[in-house]
């Protein structure tokens, strides 16, 4: 079965997306017929692929490295599939440690939508892990950080951000 065909299967399952991810790891599958998939017009194979893709960098996060700044224009362009876009925030997260420099355009975006009430928590949450990573390689910028956390009414919040919080701001 084709790299489409897996993953137009409704329900998608982790066995499946662990096969693709082996497919690749193993050179079956090239990586850019994955990408190509996330930049189509269909929302469901996109956000399956993109998926796969957040399996792979937990397990070979060099593989999207060339990637890194296509996935963030990702993110900036998010049509509105939240799930993808926590997917996307997810990969991000992971390849910080690569960055040597601050991606100016993800810590805008997460700063901009730590209070984003629209967003789902875990959308927030991972923003929030962003920022924290990315202003901790400049100081002055934890004082930015600070000023958007200490916006947050972390009484109405719910537990997910008010940990992610209490981490961040005890760090």
């Known amino acids: 079965m084709d ?15 662990d096969a693709i991810v ?7 599958t090239d ?5 190509e998939i996330t930049c189509g017009d269909d929302p469901r194979l996109a956000w399956h692929a993109v998926w796969v893709m957040e399996v792979l960098c937990k397990k070979e996060r060099s593989m999207l490295l060339p990637y890194r700044r296509e996935i963030v224009e990702k993110i900036l362009a998010n049509r509105g599939e939240e799930g993808e876009l926590r997917l996307w925030l997810n990969i991000s997260l992971m390849l910080l440690p690569e960055m040597e420099e601050i991606d100016v355009d993800l810590l805008n975006f997460s700063l901009d939508n730590i209070c984003n009430m629209r967003l789902p928590v875990a959308v927030r949450a991972v923003c929030i892990k ?9 100081p002055d910028l934890l004082k930015e950080l600070q000023a958007v956390l200490s916006m947050l009414d972390l009484k109405e919040e719910q537990a997910a951000i008010k940990c992610v919080v209490k981490k961040v701001m005890g760090g």
Do not use: F, M, N
């Not at 790299?3 to 997306?17: F, Y």
């Not at 082996?22 to 079956?28: E, F, P, S």
């Not at 990586?31 to 990408?35: D, V």
């Open 22 to 28: 082996g497919d690749i790891l193993t050179g079956v």
């Open 3 to 17: 790299i489409i065909s897996t993953l137009s299967v409704k329900p998608l399952h982790k066995s499946s997306v």
């Open 31 to 35: 990586i850019s017929t994955l990408w």
């Open 130 to 138: 962003i920022a924290y990573q990315l202003c901790r390689r400049e």
